[in-house]
């Protein structure tokens, strides 16, 4: 599944580890799903969906589409 969690941390000038606390998930985490080793739950996308003001859809996409 690719998305747009890195551009879209990076675009506010947040570290992982900001993130990672908004979400309340390890830095791990959040590097993991920015590098695609990692789908999150749907709780978990919804809570990014949350945090950048966005729609899953306008975070995540299907790598099969």
Do not use: C, H
Request: aromatic share 8%; net charge negative.
């Amino acid at each position: 599944m690719k998305n747009r969690v890195r551009d879209l941390r990076g675009a506010r000038d947040w570290s992982q580890a900001t993130l990672a606390g908004l979400l309340g998930v390890s830095r791990q985490t959040v590097n993991a799903i920015e590098v695609g080793r990692y789908d999150p739950s749907l709780p978990l996308a919804f809570r990014i969906a949350r945090v950048f003001g966005l729609t899953i859809e306008e975070i995540f996409e299907d790598s099969d589409e």
